[in-house]
């Protein structure tokens, strides 16, 4: 495996990885951040969420993952929107993973 620098967060991914599951009508990619991609910091981070009847995000709860990448996820998170009428509550995880050279 790769064991050198990471320049930049040029090659770095984060994904939802139940998306194809969830009736997602907005996803907002969240940002990988700067000290945890120079850090070689990777991590799933499950998360469990709470819609209004309107779909919209009201509470997001961490269920694990690098503290480094969890606000991040969060704040993504509170951005998504799910189709009106979803289950109340939700759960998934983003991947965060470098691609390096």
Request: one cysteine or more; charged letters at 20%; aromatic letters at 8%.
């Amino acid at each position: 495996s790769y064991k050198g620098p990471v320049a930049s967060t040029v090659g770095a991914q984060v994904r939802l990885l139940d998306a194809n599951k969830l009736p997602l009508i907005r996803y907002v990619a969240p940002e990988y951040p700067p000290a945890a991609a120079a850090a070689r910091i990777q991590d799933r981070v499950p998360l469990e969420l709470e819609l209004a009847p309107s779909g919209k995000v009201v509470d997001v709860i961490v269920l694990g993952g690098d503290e480094a990448l969890r606000a991040s996820a969060v704040a993504a998170a509170r951005q998504w929107e799910f189709k009106p009428g979803s289950q109340r509550f939700q759960q998934m995880t983003l991947d965060f993973f470098l691609q390096c050279p």
